[in-house]
């Protein structure tokens, strides 16, 4: 019992249950079938709770790390994809010189019917990989629709409580809590700003990739490609805005908005 009373201050071998015979001594106030405030039992009943609480942050980190890895191939789909646009020209003449190679590329005519074709085999090529982008968008949104949709929901009224419980800790001394409030307060607010980054960026690279096509030598194509160009910007007019919860996107604006919510719920709580 001294050697985790001395980590954990409030386990000092002193019994505390409340009303409802809860012991409040424990790192996680809570009720069990049997004393938990001494021998064997009592550590037990902890090292449960941090088995608990460590099972808990392992799920939630991997979620992340899969979230993690996901976004950055999206974003790195989205960033070869404009490449391949801003490169339009050169891969349509390297294209020409693999199909043609007994023609001389100095009296190349951006008119001519064979360059057009190459040129319309690199767009075609663009817009195939587009469509593969937004299959994964679509199960990107999948993933994160409801998992998202808590943490934003969870997240902000853990991060009000912690406040309010920091604010009483202080009041009582127990200066333990405050850190552990704090950290579990910052843990969700990481949480969420990751999240909200990760959407952010998606709909950055959405609306970067219309801007790209929108800058190609669109005027050098023969009228079939130009409007293969027109079918492309017209799946790409509207940007990729990610959802959790089929309510609330996934942006900065709304991290913004959560913080501002939970400071207003800990003034709230506070004013009570």
Not at 3 to 9: D, E, G, W
Not at 152 to 157: A, C, D, E, K
Request: glycine content about 6%.
């Amino acid at each position: 019992m001294s050697f985790y009373a001395f980590i954990f201050p409030k386990m000092d071998g002193t019994v505390e249950y409340n009303e409802r015979g809860a012991n409040m001594k424990l790192p996680i106030p809570a009720w069990y079938p049997f004393p938990t405030h001494e021998g064997i039992l009592s550590l037990l009943a902890v090292l449960g709770q941090f088995m608990a609480a460590g099972g808990l942050a392992t799920t939630v980190a991997t979620l992340d790390i899969v979230v993690f890895r996901l976004t950055q191939s999206l974003l790195f789909e989205y960033q070869v994809l404009r490449y391949a646009l801003e490169t339009l020209m050169p891969r349509a003449k390297r294209l020409y010189t693999l199909k043609y190679p007994a023609e001389d590329m100095r009296k190349l005519r951006t008119n001519d019917e064979a360059f057009q074709r190459c040129i319309g085999k690199c767009l075609e090529d663009c817009v195939i990989h587009h469509q593969d982008i937004i299959k994964l968008i679509k199960d990107y949104k999948t993933l994160v629709k409801w998992p998202g949709f808590m943490a934003y929901g969870f997240g902000t009224g853990v991060i009000g409580l912690s406040l309010v419980n920091m604010l009483s800790a202080k009041e009582q001394g127990r200066y333990e809590d405050i850190v552990l409030f704090f950290l579990l307060a910052l843990a969700e607010v990481l949480n969420m700003f990751m999240l909200s980054t990760f959407g952010e960026s998606i709909t950055t690279e959405s609306k970067e990739l219309r801007e790209q096509l929108y800058f190609i030598d669109w005027h050098l194509l023969n009228t079939s490609n130009r409007k293969l160009v027109l079918n492309f910007q017209i799946g790409v007019t509207h940007p990729v805005i990610i959802k959790v919860g089929g309510l609330v996107n996934v942006s900065l604006d709304t991290f913004s908005s959560i913080m501002n919510t939970s400071y207003s719920f800990f003034n709230l709580m506070n004013a009570q």
